[in-house]
């Protein structure tokens, strides 16, 4: 394994730690026991110096913060082999944005049809992409104002359905992008996404049309507005007077 494979790595879990609570690897018992084996057997074999340096370099530390970018994380996904779905993965979609961005917008996966190939700058799908500037622009948000990115990482052909597992595996990507951007809001689309962040067994049309509260990896809270994916209102056009609710509702609260 390269050294930049194992520093991913080790960013990744860390950052898994993170997302569980876990700030520090405590000394217990059994690692002091095995520090103490460790002193004894370099005893005699090396000096004084050097055996302080090794037993600081194994010596359980407090975990340090790790500083990325949304670059960095997007050079991760591009490498990603943490799920099956690498496999059948036609563009990695780390999402499209500036760190600066006001509000956070995520949807579900990117998926392309037999007749079409997936460009990289592409999130949602050719017309979902189309709908959603439309949406964002009748709300007075410029490109620079937003993040839009998926749960999934993976575009993935029309046939290949992801499982809860795969999910999973993209979530902490997820919780990092936000760690970045600080987003102001989050506007989840579609109800994988929503669920995804709010963990609530509620449908979508009980949960949208009010802010719920999704917990960041830094302790703060981040208003979360869910509300129907572009895809759906392209089928349901009658569903699109709730969708421009919720979004007056996000135009208000950026104003705020």
Not at 43 to 67: D, I
Not at 197 to 217: C, E
């Amino acid at each position: 394994m390269q050294r930049i494979e194992i520093i991913n790595d080790m960013r990744s879990l860390v950052a898994y730690h993170q997302t569980l609570g876990i700030e520090c690897y405590p000394r217990d018992t059994a690692i002091v026991h095995f520090l103490d084996r460790t002193e004894e057997a370099v005893a005699g074999r090396q000096s004084l110096p050097q055996q302080k340096k090794v037993m600081s370099a194994l010596t359980p530390v407090v975990a340090p913060a790790v500083t990325e970018t949304l670059q960095s994380i997007a050079v991760e996904i591009d490498g990603c082999r943490s799920c099956e779905l690498h496999v059948r993965r036609e563009v990695p979609v780390p999402g499209k944005g500036t760190a600066q961005a006001r509000l956070l917008i995520v949807g579900g996966w990117l998926t392309r049809t037999e007749q079409e190939n997936l460009p990289l700058e592409m999130i949602f799908g050719r017309e979902e992409d189309k709908m959603l500037a439309r949406m964002l622009a009748a709300i007075h948000l410029a490109p620079g104002d937003v993040f839009i990115t998926n749960i999934l990482k993976c575009g993935l052909p029309e046939s290949c359905q992801p499982v809860a597992a795969n999910i999973h595996c993209c979530l902490t990507y997820l919780k990092r992008q936000i760690a970045v951007i600080a987003p102001k809001a989050i506007c989840t689309m579609g109800i994988i996404a929503t669920r995804a962040l709010l963990d609530s067994p509620q449908s979508l049309s009980q949960l949208r049309g009010r802010f719920h509260l999704y917990t960041a990896l830094d302790g703060s809270q981040i208003p979360v507005m869910p509300t129907y994916h572009p895809s759906y209102l392209l089928q349901a056009e009658e569903m699109k007077l709730k969708t421009w609710e919720d979004l007056q509702l996000i135009e208000k609260k950026l104003a705020g």
